[in-house]
Structures are given as C-alpha cells and as structure tokens.
C-alpha cells in the first residue's frame, strides 16, 4: 500500500468514510451495514475470480473478517472500496485451491493475432454489429464468466477489476500491486482471449 | 472501407494498441493513425469492433443474487465477531 499513497496525494471523498469512522470509534454492530452494502459486489467478484461457489462464500467470509482485522488501520487515503477489493485480492491470491481449468500460464498477443490481415474476416461479425441489448442474457453471461474463469489467474483478476468492477487503470494497479504498464498488458491480452471465446461460441458453440 | 487496401505494414502495430485506444489511453496523434488504418482495413476495423463489443459485454454483465442461506450465515459470524476494531 505504500505505493499507493505515493502516487496519490489528495483528498478523497467517499461515502462509506463516516461508516467506517463510526465502527472504528466503537459502533461497531454498524459492520454489518458495510457487508450489507458490499455482499453482492464481493459475492459476484469471488464467485468470477474462483471456480467453485463454495470457494467463492469462503473468499468472501474472509474478507470480510480481515477488513473487520484490519479496519482499524484504514487510513482514508482511497475509497473504502478500492481498499476492499485490495484485502479481497490478497485472501483469493492465498487461497490455496487452483483451478485445474485455469492452469498459470503466460498469454501472448501472438496467439490471437490474425496476421496481416489475410485471416481476419473480411467484414465484421453480427455479434459485434447489432445492438448490444440484442445480444444481452442469461445464456451470454453464463458463457462469458466461463471464459473469465477459465482465464489464467493473473489475467482473470485484472479484467474483471477493469471490465467488470470498472475500477481504472491506476486503482487496478493499486489493488493488485502491479505498475500501469503491466495491467495494461495484461488487459489487453486478456480481452484478445476473451474476445476470442466469445467470437467462437457465436461461431460454432450454437 | 474499401476491401483494396493491401498496406498492411500497420497492423501489427495498431493490434498491439486496441485497448488502450478503446480505453482512450492514447495520444490524438496515434488514435488519428488508428482511425485512419481502421477506415481502410477491413481487417482492423473488424478486430476493433469485436474487442469494443468484448469489453461492452464484460461491462454489461449483470450480477447474481448473493444465496440467502449464506447471506444469514455471514450474518452469524459477523454478530459474533468483537465488540470493538480496536484489539
Ligand atoms: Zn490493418
């Protein structure tokens, strides 16, 4: 976290500061307000980032016993809610449990590069033409979050922070202790193997 | 977009950059370059617009329902956590 407050030197403005002030000066039955107002969030962030839904309840139970651990030395230095994603990384990261789905391996761009564009396709596809809300439901979601998990670990956390959740480049860096150069990359190769599942479940899968 | 264009000396290097053009990441100067090539190359221009609808849908996603069941579980634990932050 100390890179953090480098590279930040504001003041920040962040609705859940007075909660946290309140739990910290002793209210603290008030915690159960901040999980209310997190469960879902953290809930859907786990259940993408491990494979199993159990997993996913445990990532969640603990880390919300290490904020409610460490709560005491928030410093209010970024939003609440960056930090939690910070603990919630750390306690998935831990998790001893791997995915035999997902090994840890290194994607190139290589591999989901066209070439000069002889193989790309000569027009765009439906998928990426019609309107978005066209495309949207149940059976679309449930075939992105299997791409997402079946994503490499170090790549799989990045996009969901920066797709997903929407956090941006700088927070994602911050949350995950990497430099903005290397979200980036990883980003971007985790988008081209994403776009790459959709691109054949549109194609092939139906 | 004219399926003539056969200068594809800068595909590669607009490949390498999609995202950070998508994320409006990039100088005027290069986003020009990338909407220039895009214009004339089918190729490209394809590429883009699959990775833009790739992070629309990551975005548009929607979320689950936490289970009730573990939703009173985490209740539990937390009413049985101490009285104070402060230890
Ligand atoms: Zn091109």
Redesign the interface.
């Known amino acids: 976290m100390t890179k953090a407050k480098n590279l930040t030197p504001r003041k920040v403005k962040d609705n859940d500061f007075d909660l946290i002030r309140a ?2 000066s ?1 209210q ?1 039955d008030k ?2 307000d901040l ?1 209310k107002r997190y ?3 953290l ?2 962030f786990s ?1 993408r980032t491990c494979w199993d839904p159990r997993d996913a ?1 445990d990532m ?2 603990d880390t ?2 290490n904020v ?1 651990r460490y ?2 030395d928030f410093r209010y230095e970024t939003r609440f809610k960056n930090w939690l994603y910070k603990v919630a990384a750390s306690t998935c990261i831990k998790q001893r449990r791997k995915s035999k789905f997902a090994p840890e391996k290194e994607l190139s ?1 290589e591999e989901f ?13 439906g ?3 019609i309107p ?1 809300n066209q ?2 439901n149940e059976e ?2 449930e075939t ?2 299997q791409a997402i998990m079946s994503l490499p670990r170090k790549y799989r956390l990045v ?1 969901i922070l920066r ?2 959740e ?1 956090f941006s ?1 700088i927070e994602t860096a911050q949350i995950l202790d990497l430099s903005s150069a290397n979200v ?1 990359v990883r ?2 190769r985790a ?2 193997y ?2 790459d599942k ?2 054949g479940y549109y194609e092939h899968d139906r | 977009m004219t399926g003539e264009y056969r200068d594809h000396t800068h595909c590669l290097e607009m490949f390498k950059k999609l995202s950070e053009y998508i994320d409006g990441e990039l100088d005027h100067v290069t986003c020009a370059e990338i909407e220039q090539h895009s214009e004339n190359c089918v190729a490209c221009f394809s590429c883009l617009e699959t990775l833009k609808r790739t992070v629309a849908i990551c975005k548009n996603t929607k979320d689950k329902p936490v289970p009730r069941e573990f939703s009173q579980r985490l209740k539990e634990i937390i009413q049985n956590l101490p009285k104070t932050t402060s230890l």
């Open positions: 739990i910290n002793g603290v915690f159960h999980v469960e879902q969030k809930y859907n259940l309840e969640v139970q919300f016993l409610f709560l005491k761009w590069y066209a070439g000069d564009g002889t193989g790309a396709p000569a027009q765009v596809p998928w990426a033409s978005l495309l949207l679309l979601s992105l979050n996009v797709d997903i929407g480049t980036k980003l971007h988008r081209l994403l776009r959709l691109k």
